[in-house]
């Protein structure tokens, strides 16, 4: 199979597996079977029963895809384990720990409910290449039929009940034993996600006092005004139940956002320089450095160069921040939108695990979380998104025109990047610099180019 991904247009998979409308495109019953049955024809290896691992978040369409999935797995040859509603970094880890060949977690992350999506991770646990979804983009343009098992060869399902116990016992135990949580006021929205029930399990099993926010999901409210992408709730209920920290997760819980005591919301970011420093400090740091995206804060980067840290970026996603970690051999490398990854622990991001790490960081040093987490004062930054219908507006002159003028503007003041977004239908528009009023002005000018480019 030709491996040159430049010959190769990628048709079905985004930056972070597939993802779009359910019902649409390719997640409708017969797309999701035909990618499942595309899938596990790529990882059938050997002779032996192969295995794949399937959980889901709580949208009423994981209903619909679950079993279209399961369905073409097992017309593959592939016996399925399926996990229930559970967290992507808990599926991540159980597809390792259970020895399975593949592992598919059905979600949107941070999308609204009607959309819906998969992600894929290889037996390693870690999210599949480029070449690798390329592949089985490829696998799926052939006969369906010569992908289907034999009758004596089709795969089995069956229903795992302890995936949740697991990956809470899996969560706790990367803290130190000695280490409780009596007496801190946690605020935790689960966003009416995958963390549901295993999150406030963790909290109140290490000794937390838990309030919880955003744990009756009913298959339509899933980050629905709650969750990492809507801090407002969180921000409240930190200031009226007088709380020491709070903890919003994202749909599949892969990312976090903190607010400290004083209800200010805390980002990704800010995340990242608080934990370096904390492994820095015990030794614990590898690589040298941080491995964040093109979206971080000049402020961080400047924040680690004082403390002697590289801050490597890479294009925006989780699994290529992954891919520069396991490269430079760094153990610590996230986002701004609070996909934290530490790797001696996940594969991929850990929303929990991370809040975990804060909570630790603030146990250790007796500080508030305002403290602990007011690492350095961010530059500027504005980023604006505007939806487009087709084509790609980013190609017309007026649109370079508009990009080279704020970057002449900014100077070495500050910066722009403008990019499709690889979800949904927007293009993502974020300059930051020293002057405010000036990075307001060169996001507005781009996105009235591209309004009208659209």
């Not at 983009?137 to 795992?160: F, S, T």
């Not at 955003?214 to 005004?225: L, M, R, S």
């Not at 420093?277 to 971080?296: E, P, R, Y």
């Not at 990019?419 to 930051?432: D, F």
Request: proline share 4%.
């Amino acid at each position: 199979m030709a491996r040159d991904e430049k010959l190769r247009e990628r048709k079905v998979f985004g930056t972070d597996g597939v993802r779009g409308m359910s019902n649409k495109g390719h997640l409708t019953p017969e797309g999701v079977m035909r990618l499942g049955t595309a899938a596990g024809r790529y990882f059938l290896r050997g002779e032996h029963r192969h295995r794949v691992v399937i959980g889901k978040d709580t949208r009423l369409s994981g209903y619909m895809i679950e079993p279209a999935l399961t369905a073409g797995l097992i017309g593959a040859g592939m016996d399925v384990l399926l996990l229930g509603p559970i967290p992507t970094p808990a599926m991540a880890m159980l597809t390792r720990s259970m020895r399975a060949d593949l592992g598919v977690m059905i979600s949107a992350s941070h999308n609204p409910y009607h959309d819906n999506g998969l992600k894929f991770f290889g037996p390693d646990g870690y999210k599949l290449s480029d070449e690798t979804e390329l592949d089985i983009e490829a696998l799926m343009e052939e006969d369906a039929e010569k992908a289907l098992a034999p009758a004596g060869k089709l795969g089995r399902a069956k229903r795992i009940d302890d995936a949740g116990p697991r990956y809470t016992e899996f969560a706790k135990a990367t803290l130190p034993r000695s280490l409780n949580l009596d007496g801190v006021r946690v605020v935790l929205d689960c966003a009416n996600g995958a963390a549901y029930k295993v999150a406030p399990v963790v909290l109140w099993e290490l000794g937390a006092d838990v309030k919880t926010i955003g744990v009756e999901p009913n298959g339509t409210n899933i980050n629905d005004g709650v969750g990492s992408t809507h801090p407002e709730k969180l921000h409240a209920a930190v200031r009226e139940y007088r709380a020491d920290i709070g903890i919003a997760l994202d749909g599949d819980a892969d990312r976090v956002i903190i607010a400290d005591e004083k209800g200010r919301i805390v980002d990704g970011d800010q995340i990242l320089a608080t934990i370096a420093c904390s492994l820095k400090k015990h030794g614990n740091l590898t690589g040298g450095g941080v491995v964040s995206t093109i979206m971080s804060n000049m402020g961080l980067e400047k924040f680690l160069t004082r403390q002697k840290l590289d801050l490597v970026r890479t294009k925006v996603g989780d699994r290529y921040v992954v891919e520069a970690m396991r490269e430079r051999g760094i153990n610590l490398g996230g986002e701004p939108s609070g996909h934290v990854i530490l790797s001696d622990y996940a594969t991929t991001g850990d929303g929990l695990i991370t809040a975990l790490n804060i909570l630790r960081v603030m146990h250790d040093s007796g500080r508030p979380v305002s403290e602990v987490t007011s690492n350095y004062e961010p530059y500027p930054l504005l980023l604006k998104n505007v939806r487009y219908t087709e084509g790609n507006p980013l190609a017309a002159d007026s649109v370079k025109k508009a990009i080279e003028a704020a970057d002449e503007k900014l100077g070495d003041k500050g910066r722009t990047v403008i990019r499709k977004s690889g979800t949904e239908p927007l293009i993502r528009v974020m300059a930051e610099g020293e002057d405010k009023a000036l990075v307001q002005n060169v996001v507005d000018d781009i996105c009235e180019a591209v309004e009208k480019a659209s």
